[in-house]
């Protein structure tokens, strides 16, 4: 069992940065593939970006590629979301998951793939 928490969200303007986080609780955080997951209204959730518990894999949506870098902590449960030159179309409520794997992975791009979810936190980017 695994509980996730975000934090970091807020409203910036486009061009400006956010970087979100969450802590998870639970033993075995290594074991577990990370991701970031957004929904904006009226469209369906999507990844944003993905690693593995060993940190040697990644995945970034097109959208995030050059933008955004994801990064974990094991010693610490934390994965983050460092998210630069945020565009209006960003705006999105964010969501850390949590897949079951191996250490390696593979890293899912579903979000049926995922166990667990935190709450969410809102990310606005005005022009």
């Known amino acids: 069992q695994v509980q996730l928490a975000e934090s970091g969200g807020g409203m910036v303007l486009a061009g400006g940065s956010l970087r979100l986080s969450c802590a998870a609780s639970?033993?075995?955080?290594?074991?577990?593939?990370m991701g970031w997951f957004r929904q904006a209204p009226g469209k369906e959730r999507e990844i944003v970006a993905a690693?593995?518990?060993?940190?040697?894999?990644?995945y970034y949506a097109d959208s995030a590629k050059g933008r955004f870098i994801i990064s974990r902590d094991n010693a610490k449960n934390t994965v983050a979301l460092q998210m630069d030159s945020l565009k209006p179309e960003d705006t999105a409520v964010y969501y850390c998951?949590?897949?079951?794997?191996?250490?390696?992975?593979?890293?899912?791009?579903?979000?049926?793939?995922?166990?667990?979810w935190g709450q969410g936190t809102q990310v606005t980017v005005s022009s």
């Open positions: 998951a949590a897949d079951f794997a191996q250490p390696a992975g593979p890293i899912k791009l579903s979000r049926n793939d995922y166990d667990y």
């Open positions: 639970g033993r075995t955080f290594s074991w577990y593939v």
């Open positions: 690693i593995t518990g060993n940190r040697l894999s990644s």
